[in-house]
Each structure stands twice: as C-alpha cells, then as structure tokens.
C-alpha cells in the first residue's frame, strides 16, 4: 500500500489516540465458550471473540478488539486461557469503529501480526477516509443523544492490514466463512462455521438496545437491528439480518449483548427480520 510502509515501529506517532472512555456494563467481565475454540468476554460494553483450542494449541486469533485502552484486559484473557507464552496469530476485524479497534494498535506493536478485514473496509483502516460522524439526532434513547461525543475517525494500520481472501476463507480459521453483511458499514462482515452452525454477527445485529444506557449498563436482553447512531445505510442492514437469518444459525454472538442460543435465536431472528424496520429502523435522523 503506497505511502503505508515503514511504520511499523511507530504506529502510535500516525494514529491519533483514542482515549478510554467510562462506560461499562454489569456483564463487563463476564466470558462464556460457545464451542471449545470459541470464547468470548465482553470488555465494558463490546464482545470480543478468542478463537482457538487451549486443549490443543497455545495458538489463537482475536476476533475484534475492544473499546479503547483495552489491551491489558485482552492480553489477560489470553493468558488466562491460553497460558503465559500464548501465541496471537491474527486479528479479525468485524469493521473498524471506534469501539471494534480499540487495542489493535497496541497489539500490532507488541505482536507484529496481520490485520484482515473486508475491502470496502479498508479506506477507513489505511488513515483514507473518517467514518461519518454519530447521528446523534437519530431517532433513540440518550447514549444517540451523546453519540456525537465517540471517536469517528479512521485509523492507519500501514502494512499490517490485509483483504479478506476473495473466496471467503478467513485466515488462521479453518472451516469458517465470512459473509459481507454491509449497512452497519460498507464493508462489515460477519464470521460463520457451518459445521455447528456458530455465527459471529458483529454488528450486523445485536442482542441489546444500544441507544438507551439503562439497556446498555444493565445488558437487557432485546433483539435488535445494528447501533442505530453510526449505522449509514438502513436497506443494506436489512438485507444483511435477512442474510444471516437464512443460513439458519444455532448460535450467534453479537458485537453487543449476550449470546443468541439455540434455544431463542431462530424465533428472535425471525421476529428481527419481519419487524425490522419498526424496531431496527429509526423513524428519523440524517441516515433514514
């Protein structure tokens, strides 16, 4: 990538820094395997995923990074489950806001590992473009109202971020598939394993009301369409829910709120997909 190289030793100098910002949730901490080499622990109030088998292998992927700051409680989960000489593969980025790329910069400099993400990604992963700006006149509760408080600029990953392969694999993640699941983002994807049929949906939806504080802080569970703040395209959102619903998923961890399991998530999907644009959809704001 022209003009990206020989940054490597100092990614901190060309990216302006997020700052740690005091929101958290009560299941902050909070961790549960969905597979035996599939973990995740929310990190105030955004998941991230661990992929690997500790059974088997020291060896791991990270599966988005957290709200800023969060690179020592990440690199504790990693040890905790992996053990002390843990080995960070990749990372896996579901898209690039503010509170998905949180630790990135900070793993890239201590590990030196590729970064993968969709293509249509990748102008706000190479310091290109900025995302648009929180809606904070969207339709919602207060957390829309402050949105235009979070960081909306994009980051510069140099020579460490790569396209996605354009057949679908995902790298270090054998059997799994990405799926493009655009509207959140232009280039936002989810990650699927067809074999159990395990969804990683990123924000594609969430199982949270991410607009009101007291849903966000308490984590009450509630189906929904992707953040309606930073979301900039309502009929591609859908179509990606009607996407995921169709490949039948037994089991989906969203990039906010607790798992969708087998024995809800059919009948909460379908329920997303007929009533989408009356509970997903805002009826205003400057996205609609």
Known sequence: MEGHMNHSNDLHKINKEFHYMP????????GFNLANDLYYETIQIVNI?????PNL???????????????????????KRFGKSHKLKAIILTHGHFDHVGAVIDLIQKYKIPVFAHEEELQYLTGKNNYPEPDGTVEGGL????????????????EFIHVLPSDGSVPEMPEWQWIHTPGHTPGHISLFREEDQLLIAGDAFINVKQDSIYSVLTQKKEINGPPRYLTTNWEEAYQ???????????????????????DEIYEKLDFLVKNFHSIAKPDYGRFV
């Open 49 to 53: 995923c661990l992929y690997g088998n």
């Open 143 to 158: 957390l829309a109202k402050l949105s235009p408080l979070f960081p909306n600029e994009g980051i510069n990953l140099a």
């Open 23 to 30: 929101i958290t949730s009560l299941s902050s901490g909070n």
């Open 57 to 79: 292998s020291n060896e791991w992927v990270l599966i988005d990074t957290g709200m800023p700051k969060s690179f020592d409680k990440i690199i504790e989960i990693a040890e």
């Open 240 to 262: 990606s829910v009607k996407k995921l619903h169709a490949i039948n998923p037994k089991k989906a961890i969203t990039g906010h709120g607790y798992p969708l399991l087998e």
